[in-house]
């Protein structure tokens, strides 16, 4: 591999990141679900108001990979986080280092950022990446579940009375 270069997202690369995100459903057997627009993902990474940020590996000129991440709390430690949502590296280019570069890029921010943690989830069949993810130092949590609410469980939540006291 020739040089690889680890920069940040800008306006022009939403297009791109957006068909990575695409990739990524694809091979997670998840594409049904990406509902989301080029638009929206421009409007969360450069609106008035971000809410995620995104960095590209390119090799030869050519977008191989990304992770697209947030902040986020920890209250035990009361000291912020990072949380990936999505990390990439197109099939063609993996065993390569360059998930690993991604993966450390985000590291130097948190660290930059003085984080308490660095955070992603794993799909628990993946066992490629949850070796990868050991292979680099990462813990993976055996005792914790996500928790989601989507779709119409989303309003109807938001729409559920208390009792105030």
């Keep these: 591999m020739n040089k690889l270069k680890i920069r940040p997202a800008t306006p022009t ?7 990575l995100i695409q990739a990524l459903a ?15 993902l421009q409007d969360h990474l450069f ?3 971000p809410y995620i940020e995104a960095i590209l590996a390119e090799s030869e000129g050519q977008t191989v990979g990304f992770a697209l ?3 986020n709390y920890s209250t035990f430690l009361t000291l912020p986080g990072i949380y990936i949502e999505d990390l990439f590296v197109r099939p063609e280019f993996r065993r390569q280092g360059i998930g690993k570069a991604l993966l450390t890029y985000v590291a130097q921010l948190a660290v930059e950022r003085d984080c308490g943690r660095l955070e992603w989830s794993v799909l628990d069949w993946n066992e490629p990446a949850i070796a990868f993810y050991r292979r680099l130092g990462a813990t993976v949590l055996p005792d914790w579940r996500i928790c989601r609410v ?9 729409t559920q009375t208390f009792k105030k006291l």
């Design 150 to 158: 989507t779709g119409d469980a989303l309003p109807q939540l938001a």
């Design 26 to 40: 694809e091979y997670e057997k998840l594409s049904h679900l990406v509902t989301g627009t080029v638009d929206a």
């Design 47 to 49: 609106g008035a108001k």
């Design 69 to 71: 991440f947030f902040s």
């Design 13 to 19: 690369d939403v297009p791109v990141l957006f068909e």
